[in-house]
């Protein structure tokens, strides 16, 4: 049986070899095509071939009547509407380590023009000015690079900082000690990166918990005359905050290849003369471009001819039947991995993920990889799903159990998921109930009730009469609203907890108001 394939974007010829060469596959190059043109032959193709030109909308999808799998020659897939592909049982593919190469050797560029003023230097002599004195620079040999984000970009990062015999300490919220000391460098917190560093590149992605994580405070903790590196993502950096810092005299200089709105050709940053910048081109080599090909024509050809991909992005197609009994615990299932993660305090290094009742019956382990799922996003943002997350939890040396047990603490169902660091074990546990759906049933030892959604505020405190009034009283301080409250104890005035229900995320300065009841010993804000 032959396939059809269909590349409508650009892509070199040494990329799509391996379709080429495939046995039953016949290849279309047809770019440039506006959405109408491509709806009309979609139907024809088995697979299709984008960049970042194409945008492949839920209409595209929707006739596309034979179209099995499209694959993403880089690393987003914004231009993909996922949900629709799921929808209509169409894999998603890209290329995630294909630029990893050039993003690291890009990164290292900008570290050294930036640490030897060499644009400034180069622009001046095209004005015809031999000027010595105004740009000497500074050695890379025995100062602190500090890496935020220790992912496939930051780890060839640091490898090859180390190579410029610079000391690198890192940041990762899955970087543990051990995975630290294998690769022969220092770790903590952002803080600790923040303080230590000549030099700082970050390399994470942005989601909520990144964006302006450079931010004013930051650039306050930092060593006078810091360097700054970005060739990530625009708005991991508040852009204000560094202008200002730049000004002041605080931060040396800046190299970014990323701003917050591109193009950026008329930000103010551009006017200051220790700022170097390069319009997106982390990924832009020959070499980039060819490999990210490669890689997704190879996914292509595997799927069309063995039904096996290496890099999804979306869930693959489950059995009708088994979807429709295992779909009403994916909510539960995330969410109690979403819980989990705000509360566990350090890297995670097991997860146990148990299934009781009827869960022993049913194909849990798409349920087991959501579960993941939650409990990476939060630091990872869309970059995990479904598909992707157990092989994410391997990479960062994380070791994932599923287990199967008769104990059910008297529910039909019961989902336990146990989380191990350095600093301890937590534990929460979650049941559907008939008609009322997802609950989470027990925190660690104690028994609650609580609706896993909207805003919640987990507090860790002493038994001591009057604590609950205190936090009411906070709360009403602050004009917010409880939705409801669960509370629980070890013992009579021993360790206890409560989980309340709000009605929006309590700020910084809410949280320390709490935390400096007596009694309490811990405040945290979640969001599911």
């Given at each position: ?43 024809d193709y088995d697979a299709l071939l984008v960049r970042s ?198 931060v040396a200089g800046a190299a970014l290849d990323v701003f ?15 700022v170097i910048a390069t319009p997106h081109l982390g990924a ?245």
């Open positions: 049986m032959a396939y059809k394939v269909l590349i409508s974007d650009p892509l070199s010829e040494e990329g799509i070899q391996p379709l080429r060469e495939a046995e039953n596959l016949e290849v279309d190059v047809k770019t440039n095509l506006s959405a109408d043109e491509l709806a009309d032959i979609i139907g030109q194409t945008k492949v909308t839920r209409d595209i999808i929707s006739k596309a009547s034979k179209l099995k799998i499209i694959g993403r020659a880089g690393v987003g897939v914004d231009n993909i509407d996922l949900s629709a592909a799921t929808e209509y049982g169409v894999i998603v593919v890209n290329a995630p380590d294909g630029n990893t190469n050039s993003a690291a050797e890009h990164t290292i560029a900008m570290l050294m023009s930036l640490a030897r003023k060499i644009p400034q230097a180069y622009s001046a002599l095209k004005d015809g000015k031999w000027d010595r004195k105004t740009h000497v620079g500074v050695e890379l040999k025995g100062k602190t690079i500090g890496v935020i984000g220790m992912g496939r970009i930051g780890q060839e990062v640091a490898y090859r900082a180390k190579g410029q015999r610079m000391k690198v300490i890192a940041y990762d919220p899955f970087l543990t000690k051990e995975r630290a000391d294998k690769l022969g460098i220092d770790y903590g917190s952002v803080e600790d990166v923040v303080i230590a560093s000549d030099f700082i590149t970050v390399h994470t992605p942005l989601i909520k918990e990144t964006k302006h994580m450079i931010n004013k405070e930051a650039f306050e903790k930092m060593k006078d005359g810091v360097r700054i590196v970005n060739c990530a993502r625009g708005g991991i950096i508040d852009e204000d905050a560094l202008y200002h810092a730049i000004q002041s005299g605080k917050e709105e591109e193009p950026a050709t008329d930000h103010r940053l551009l006017e200051l003369p220790q832009s080599t020959v070499e980039a471009q060819e490999s990210v090909a490669i890689d997704v024509s190879h996914d292509v050809v595997r799927y069309l001819t063995e039904g096996v991909v290496k890099n999804p992005v979306n869930l693959p197609s489950v059995p009708k039947d088994v979807m429709n009994k295992i779909e009403p615990y994916f909510h539960l299932s995330e969410k109690l991995g979403t819980f989990l993660t705000h509360v566990t305090e350090g890297t995670a290094e097991e997860i146990n993920i148990s299934y009781s009742g009827e869960l022993t019956e049913l194909e849990v382990a798409p349920l087991t990889r959501n579960t993941i799922k939650g409990l990476l996003k939060r630091h990872l943002g869309d970059h995990v799903n479904d598909v992707n997350a157990s092989y994410l939890a391997e990479k960062r040396g994380i070791h994932v159990n599923e287990n199967r047990t008769s104990s059910t603490k008297g529910f039909t169902n019961l989902l336990k998921v146990e989380v191990k660091t350095k600093h301890g074990t937590r534990t929460v546990a979650g049941t559907l109930l008939n008609g009322l759906g997802a609950r989470i049933v027990q925190v660690d030892n104690y028994s609650v009730d609580v609706v896993p959604e909207g805003y919640l505020v987990f507090i860790s405190h002493n038994d001591r009469p009057g604590v609950i009034g205190k936090v009411g009283n906070a709360f009403a301080e602050n004009d917010i609203n409880i939705a409801s409250m669960q509370v629980g104890r070890s013992d009579v005035g021993g360790n206890a907890m409560m989980i309340i229900s709000v009605d929006k995320q309590l700020e910084k300065e809410e949280l320390e108001q709490l935390n400096q009841i007596t009694e309490i010993n811990n405040v945290v804000a979640i969001e599911l």
